[in-house]
C-alpha cells in the first residue's frame, strides 16, 4: 500500500471522475475519496459515510462533515455534524490502520468528496 499525506489528499480540488457507490447507489463519491479509499485502505471510511445516510438525523443534514481521528493506540473516533459543530452522529472505532491521524470528509446531498474538492 503507498503511503497516503495530507499533501496528496490537498492535491484534488474539483471533482473529475465520479464513482457510484457498490451499497449505497443513489451515493457517489469523488476521484479524490477514490483515492483515499484506495492508499489509504478506507474504503470501510466511504462505505461507513455511505451506509450512515440511512440514518434519519444524518440524512436529514444537507451538508455533513465527517471528521475520523485517529489515537496513537489505533483506535478511532468517527464524527458528523452539519457543518456548524452540532455532532448528530459519534462512534468509537476498536481499531484502525487508517495511515493519517486525521481525515475530513463532506457529504453534500448525495455526494461525498474531500473539501479540497468542494
Avoid at 471522475?17 to 469523488?30: A, D, I, K
Avoid at 473516533?77 to 495511515?99: A, K, M, R, Y
Wanted: proline fraction near 3%; hydrophobic fraction near 40%.
Amino acid at each position: 500500500m503507498a503511503t497516503l499525506t495530507h499533501a496528496d489528499l490537498k492535491q484534488f480540488t474539483g471533482a473529475g471522475q465520479w464513482f457510484r457507490h457498490s451499497l449505497m447507489r443513489s451515493m457517489v463519491y469523488t476521484e479524490g475519496v477514490q483515492y483515499l479509499a484506495e492508499t489509504g485502505g478506507a474504503y470501510w471510511l466511504v462505505d461507513k459515510v455511505a451506509t450512515l445516510q440511512l440514518e434519519p438525523k444524518v440524512k436529514a443534514e444537507d451538508f455533513q462533515s465527517w471528521t475520523l481521528k485517529v489515537a496513537q493506540d489505533r483506535t478511532a473516533v468517527l464524527t458528523c455534524d452539519d457543518g456548524n459543530g452540532n455532532v448528530v452522529h459519534s462512534e468509537t472505532i476498536d481499531w484502525t490502520d487508517f495511515p493519517l491521524d486525521e481525515v475530513e470528509l463532506w457529504v453534500e446531498g448525495n455526494v461525498i468528496l474531500l473539501p479540497s474538492e468542494h
